[in-house]
């Protein structure tokens, strides 16, 4: 199993819906990412969390909210999906250090 | 405020030619300096990382990079290119801000191997 797995992997969603896109991990770290992907911009933080009570916006926060329900899940919701949200968002870990992030595989969200 | 700066968008290279991707990054504290590979379809993996010591640290796939601190430079290089080596390559910085790290991500380097 992948350290750091994101679900779903794909979606379609229409405009106005509200989704949910979860991650969980086995690494044991205490902080976990969500990260949106679109091209020639990078990846830009939405939201992160250093441990399951404490909450932080990102960059582009504006549009999502999140949940830290364990400390290996981390899930980021979507409340009235709309199609400029249309990117590859992906979930990261990493523990207090400064070692570096371990990645899940992504989940490509399509808002029509 | 920490930036990151990847200057080229994009990178073709014949097989087994060398490569530089380069990166550039601002910080007003110290800082640890990475590069992360990713594959079509495929999340990011870290290649390699500087922490401390050394300013040449060697990662996998026969990538190293240089740490520069009078340049603020941090750029990658192979001295052999693999059409296996074709991915987007992005360049990230952290440093510490009362304790806590966070992470800044470069727009990324397109690299493309042609045979």
């Known amino acids: 199993d992948a350290d750091v797995t994101q679900t779903p992997r794909n979606r379609i969603t229409k405009t106005g819906k509200r989704i949910m896109l979860e991650c969980s991990q086995t690494?044991?770290?205490?902080?976990m990412y969500w990260y949106r992907q679109d091209p020639g911009l990078g990846l830009r933080l939405i939201y992160y969390s250093f441990d399951v009570k404490d909450i932080n916006k990102g960059e582009i926060s504006d549009g999502y909210s999140v949940s830290r329900q364990a400390q290996a899940k981390f899930s980021l919701s979507l409340e009235s999906a709309i199609p400029n949200q249309t990117a590859l968002y992906f979930c990261a870990t990493s523990d207090q250090g400064a070692r570096g992030y371990t990645f899940g595989s992504g989940t490509r969200l399509t808002v029509v | 405020a920490q930036s990151v700066t990847q200057l080229d968008s994009q990178v073709p290279v014949f097989e087994e030619a060398p490569v530089e991707l380069r990166c550039n990054y601002s910080s007003s504290v110290s800082v640890y300096l990475f590069w992360y590979v990713q594959y079509p379809n495929q999340g990011l993996q870290l290649l390699l990382k500087?922490?401390?010591?050394?300013?040449l640290v060697k990662g996998i796939n026969g990538f190293e990079a240089e740490f520069n601190k009078s340049q603020t430079s941090f750029h990658l290089r192979k001295p052999s290119v693999h059409i296996s080596d074709t991915a987007e390559y992005f360049c990230a910085v952290s440093g510490s801000t009362s304790g806590t790290y966070k992470y800044i991500f470069g727009t990324g380097t397109r690299l493309k191997v042609l045979a």
């Open positions: 690494k044991g770290h205490d902080r």
């Open positions: 500087y922490l401390s010591g050394s300013t």
